[in-house]
C-alpha cells in the first residue's frame, strides 16, 4: 500500500475518536426564563474566561426546540439546567441556577465528578 494511502486510513481511523473526545457544557434555556437572564447577567462573561469555560465551552439550546444530539441521562424538565457533556454522555448537570457563588461551588463539583481536573497548569 503506498505511504500516503496509508497514511489517509490511519487519519480515518484516527478522527472520528477525536472528533467525539469533545467537552462542553451544554445550557438548557427557553425565552422569558428569568433564573436564565439572570445567570446570564452574572456570569456569562466569566465563564469563557475560567478554567471550567476553556475545558468545556458553553453551547446553548431552547428547551423547546430541537434536542441536541447528547445521550441524556435525564429529561431536561428546568431552565437554565446546564449539562456537563464528554463524547456526546452527559456526565452531570445543574437544574437551575442558584446565584453566583453557589453556581461556581456546584461547578466545582461537577467537573470533580467527572474527573475533570481544574488545576490544569498552563
Avoid at 36 to 48: G, R, V
Avoid at 51 to 74: C, I, M, R, W
Avoid at 84 to 89: F, H
Avoid at 99 to 121: Q, R, S, Y
Wanted: net charge negative; aromatic share 12%; charged share 25%.
Amino acid at each position: 500500500m503506498p505511504l500516503l494511502t496509508r497514511i489517509l486510513v490511519l487519519v480515518l481511523l484516527v478522527m472520528p475518536f477525536s472528533a467525539s473526545a469533545e467537552t462542553y457544557m451544554l445550557m438548557a434555556e427557553e425565552d422569558g426564563c428569568y433564573w436564565c437572564q439572570k445567570w446570564e447577567d452574572e456570569i456569562a462573561h466569566i465563564y469563557p474566561k475560567t478554567t471550567e469555560g476553556k475545558l468545556a465551552p458553553l453551547q446553548k439550546y431552547d428547551l423547546h426546540s430541537e434536542t441536541p444530539d447528547v445521550k441524556f441521562n435525564q429529561r431536561v424538565h428546568y431552565t437554565p439546567t446546564f449539562i456537563l457533556v464528554q463524547d456526546g454522555q452527559e456526565v452531570g448537570r445543574i437544574e437551575g441556577y442558584p446565584g453566583e457563588d453557589h453556581f461556581w461551588a456546584l461547578l466545582t463539583m461537577l467537573f470533580e465528578n467527572a474527573k475533570i481536573p481544574l488545576d490544569v497548569k498552563g
